[in-house]
């Protein structure tokens, strides 16, 4: 039995994670300061003796050794899963992003050197290529110009980690998720629907005109890529995990979760397609790399959608 530290461990994808790590055997470590995690996410694991949870804010090195060192046992891998979700929340005080997503790396590899950790999977994102347009974006295209202070410190982050490998670090895997969707929903576009139809069932107000174009890939496929990455060869492997389509538009979905929530409303359009300010309006995520290693998801971007839906409805209404 081999034990893992997830950083971020009470957040949405961590979750998931652990769920299948302790299915098949393993014991486990989560950490989070809880400032965008839940606790009460993690209530089906905290009966199982191999789950062990600790409240501590990942950019402390020393608050994060000393968790590991009560454990008396050796970490073998490390996913770093730890950042700041709320994007808009980054732009409007950089400050959180440099704290909750650059500083966590930073402290994180710092307690893998004092440990001597063997593998780290580090959760990175589509944001770091920025606004590419129509392109296909494959992991070797550049140059890469995050619009976000997220996406920036997801770079710095891919940055700081390879510079590891080249030190100390024997092994890492860089994982750039597209938009992730599922349950148990904690932020994203299809809750932000479901809670505003809740809120006035007649009317559904989007950011923007609706034209913005994403991949989806639901979070069950998303752990099974990144367990399948985590067990291939190599030292140092870029991966983007995602759908093999060209996603979704914010219509569609304003219009399933309508269908599914309150089919009686009118949905009101903003204007402009971005939804905010460092939002990438439509991107084509290539995942090809991924797929010659015998990798592919089970759902399309409108299956993951469509499936999301219908569970986070399940949970809200």
Partial sequence: MKLHLITGGAGFVAVNLARQLLKEGQAILAVDDLSRGKRELLAGFEQDPRFNFRQIDCSDADALSGAIDEMGARVDHVWHLAANSDIPAGIADPRIDRDRTYQTTFAVLEVMRRHECSELHFASSSAIYGDLGDQEIHEDIGPLQPISNYGAMKLASEAQIRAAVEAFLPRADIFRFPNVIGVPATHGVIVDFIRKLKATPDCLEVLGDGTQQKAYL??????????????????????????????????????????RVSPGARISFGTGNRGWIGDVPRFRYSIQRLATTGWAPKLSSLEAVSRAIDQIASEEL
């Fill in 218 to 259: 639901h979070v069950d496929d998303l752990v099974d890529a990144m367990l399948h990455i985590s067990r291939l060869d190599g030292r140092y492997k870029v991966f983007n995990i995602g759908p093999q389509d060209d996603g979704v538009t914010v219509r569609t979905i304003a219009e399933l979760v309508r269908d």
